[in-house]
């Protein structure tokens, strides 16, 4: 049983799922979710703790972005937007990632979407948009 202490009130909830739920005992994280920026580097480590984690990643140099799974639960999701400058970029996933191809060979001044599932080991990579 899930349980959260409300401060305010003084009060415990207790939330349960059905039996046959993966989910059951699973942490309630509040908020659903935050928008992150993320400043470049040649090696970016995101470290997502929130059920839907959504971050605006620049690109200004080859990127090699890691993504932890210290405080990941099976099912969250990120949302990573990459914004490219001037020069076509190459973008290496590092660790933590179970992505559809290795790279992502980015377009000057285009912006690409990636969709990250975690599937209880690995953030696994479940869609990508085309540049635009």
Known sequence: MLSILNAVCNKVFAFKGPADDETTNREVKFPISVPVTSAYAAAVTLAPVYRESFVSQAVSGALTLNVSTANADYGDRLIIKFTLDGTNR???????????????????????????????????????????
């Open 90 to 132: 190459t973008i290496t996933w590092g660790t933590g990632v179970a992505p559809q191809s290795a790279t992502l060979a980015g377009t000057a001044s285009n912006k690409y979407i990636c969709h990250l599932f975690f599937n209880g080991t690995n953030w696994e990579e479940t869609s990508r948009s085309a540049g635009y």
